[in-house]
């Protein structure tokens, strides 16, 4: 049966890799000509080439959304080619590391990267939906974590940064029922990417080793909830039990719960401190 979506365009940020390449190839499999996006150009290619194999339309614009300026050059970028129907922000990066560790210069990319440029885009999506295509329907799916459940020590900025995002998708979805724009929160748990190495992670507990899933699946996950309009999906029967086991204790109880699943921080995993 023909895909609901076919003939669609999607903008999905962060497509050069793990989540965001898996629901790239995910929606060209449904029909949907895509604007891949990230900064490494020969990444974005390689996955162009496969999503073209499934037969859709595709352009790459490579954009850095850690930096001001990077949001508003993608969405130029990607409207000059075309409308966007649907719009996946799930460009992302975090750290484990005690916050004292880490320069200012990495926060303030990954605020910028995590929320800055996704509220940017968001609003930059809405207005044009809500002046351009009144009456098309259109999904905007924002990437959020488990990690928006509680307060996670040694990932302090990066977890807050994915409570906003959760907080903010969550509050949208409700302001934008009974328009044709639907909103998509998704909060994967631990998925198999180059997120941990990048992040100095790993030295994770059994119970994170065990609900550890592929990005396939996470992006199996979301494209099928963005598809039924969800407000909210937590991908993984095990992610889902963690999220509402939260609820059952203390915020503190909670945060102690995160550090015992996540281990220790790999110490040789990222740069020293330039600057105390
Ligand atoms: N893996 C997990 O366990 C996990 C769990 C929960 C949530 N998430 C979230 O899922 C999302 C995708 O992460 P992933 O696991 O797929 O990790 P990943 O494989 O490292 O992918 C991250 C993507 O973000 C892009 N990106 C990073 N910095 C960027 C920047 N400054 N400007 C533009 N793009 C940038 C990267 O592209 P370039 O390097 O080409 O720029 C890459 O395509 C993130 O939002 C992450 O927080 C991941």
Redesign the pocket.
Known sequence: MESELKGKRALV??????????IARELAALGVDLVV?????D??DAVAAECTARGVRVDVV??????PG?AAA?WSGARATGPVDILI??????YFRPFRAVDWERDA?LV???IT?LVELSRRFVDDRTTGFAHDRAHLVN?????AYQAVPHMAV?AA??AF?RNFTEALHDELRGTPIRVTC?????????????AGAGNYSWLANAS??S?EA?ARSAVHAMRRGKRNVIPGVLNKLACWSVRLVSRRIAAWMSGRVLGKPRADALPARTAA
């Open positions: 940020t962060g497509a050069s890799s793990g989540i965001g390449a898996a996006s990230g900064r490494r150009r990444a974005l490579v954009a850095d959304l850690g930096r990077g993608l922000n799930n460009a992302g990066f975090g990319e910028q990267l995590n440029s990437i959020a974590s488990i990690g990066y940064s994915k995002v998704v909060c994967p748990g631990g998925t198999r990417t180059g997120f941990h190495e990048m550890m899933m990005a996470v």
